[in-house]
């Protein structure tokens, strides 16, 4: 049996002796990885560094307003074209070359107007007219009624033609539709070029779509932003709203942990079924309706995700996904039935826990509020990097130019002796760009302001997960509950995490940020060869998606526990993690048989709130229910906000749940410890409960091995 025993944990660690002296997170420790620390410093030093070249350089005005053929902000404050808040284009057709794409600029002058044109005209039948008073704003400015037609034509001073257009960002683009199956522009279906012929105004039609596509994006963006605008103050409530259950639900676990975790249950499964039922009443309310049928492969993709709820397979899709969720969790609680009762209990402990430490609840809020200034940090940095490209002008002609997309400029391009070789070329702005060596860097350090997110992140993560397990250590460590405890122990270990650990929680979160960031490379060139023919490198790339994938939750798994060691004897990152290691791989049936299962009782809290909130914003922002006497406001797509107020309630619910899965988790490494440190003698008596120790150990043959390893 020695040489059983020697085997047995030989290969997962020495277990933890008994020690007369431990009572618990130990008080009198050092500091531990002192250089993760240092580099942690001069990295934030870095950091700022970037950010202050960043705010330097850049302006965020690029990304927002549009610019003309100068380089000049359209409808900005201060600036010339302060009362011209939109974009002109000469010749939108030219603005579908898929140069433009490439070279992020459309080759036609475009000038910052007042107001979009409304009428069709053209340069021909407007000139010597009234309507060249209004065709005038639409040429470049200090624009001289001096020259002829083609004079004007070739020196790109006023555009051959202007249709109907409506403002789209800031840009007007034409105003497209269908006349009995015939594509139109306004009233129009041909229109004369500059020289007085008429064409088909389908081949600028088509021009223009093209054109149209490459904004779609920014037209769905502008018209979800818009929903916001008008619908932020009812889904601020709807997130209050998830706030107050999430911690109504947590204050009664604290009282009713048993009844509550079986009332979860059952909840989730009616409100599963009442999700099933409501997509068969639908299904069938749609049943003989024009179009009904149309399946889902057949209609496509649509911006108007509205038009999908007029579909039969939609709901058929909805109520199968439902159905499966719901027989799937019914064969869990069947087949789980005797390990919930055991998780039950360890809640119950962890809601006693809780009880002696009610600030930890509020804990979330701190790290969401560190959170929030590393996001508002990376977001503006990113945003600043982006910006802070100098004008790049480019000379731009319609005709065999050597000069073509060459740089130039603006000022001083008239006067220079090149312009005699393109007497039609134009000096006119191409993008916003650089050659110097900042504008060389910008790649690379916006690739060190992703992954310094990633670190800080992780780095609050890992101390708020630090903080809570020395707080609930201290709990289950004390032999007399709450009366050993010390009198503020969540303050107590965060105080010790910030003063001895900084660079343990700097290594830990250092490792899961490369991981990350890796991920990131890997989803960027998964995007870039998107396009490519070889299997093989698809192949390729999709393993090393899933293997680092894997790899990422294996970290994060690993460091959790690596900090819980780290709140309870101050040991350095390695140590703890192979400690933890060997800890839970000497009681591995209790992790997979019930470490697991409280985590799928938590997924059915959240699950929960977030199922009812989520109905109640459906009937509201549908209108099939009233608050008072106000309604849901009119919306371009009301899965905005729902959306919204689902992944908010997620949220919300996942923070006040967490404090419980780390009090869960670090009790459970406690438990594990406790058992291997002490026997239930009066000499050695274990610090866990007697209700707990009545459930976990009943019956377990894993505690029968360990004491006959013990007695050898």
Sequence with gaps: MGKD????????GTPQKYDPTFKGPIYNRGCTDVICCVLLFLAIVGYVAVGIIAWTHGDPRKVIYPTDSRGEFCGQKGTKNADKPFLFYFNIVKCANPLVLLEFHCPTPQICVKQCPDRYLTLLSARNTRDFDYYKQFCVPGFQNNKGVAEILRDGECPAVIIPSKPLAQRCFPAIHANKGVLMVGNETTYEDGHGARKNITDLVEGAKKANKVLEARQLAMQIFEDYTVSWYWIIIGLVIAM????????????????????????????LGYGIFHCYMEYSRLRGEAGSDVSLVDLGFQTDLRVYLHLRQTWMAFMIILSILEVVIILLLIFLRKRILIAIALIKEASRAVGHVMCSLLYPLVTFFLLCLCIAYWASTSVFLSTSN????????????????????????????ESLQCPTARCQFAFYGGESTYHRALLGLQIFNAFMFFWLANFVLALGQVTLAGAFASYYW???????????PLFSAFGRALRYHTGSLAFGSLILAIVQIIRVMLEYLDQRLKAAQNKFAKFLMVCLKCCFWCLEKFIKFLNRNAYIMIAIYGTNFCTSARNAFFLLMRNIIRVAVLDKVTDFLFLLGKLLIVGSVGILAFFFFTHRIRIVQDTAPPLNYYWVPILTVIIGSYLIAHGFFSVYGMCVDTLFLCFCEDLERNDGSQERPYFMSPELRGILLKGNPQEGKQEEVEEE
């Design 5 to 12: 025993s020697q085997n047995y944990y030989g290969k997962h």
């Design 244 to 271: 107050v259950l999430s911690l109504l639900f947590i204050v009664l676990l604290r009282f009713l942990a048993g009844i509550m975790v079986w009332v979860m249950i059952v909840m989730v499964i009616l409100v």
């Design 390 to 417: 100098t004008a790049v002008y480019k000379v731009v002609d319609d005709t065999a130019c050597p000069l073509l997309r060459k740089t130039c400029n603006p000022e001083t391009f008239p006067l220079r002796n």
């Design 478 to 488: 004390a032999m007399r509950k709450p009366d050993d405890m010390p009198a503020f």
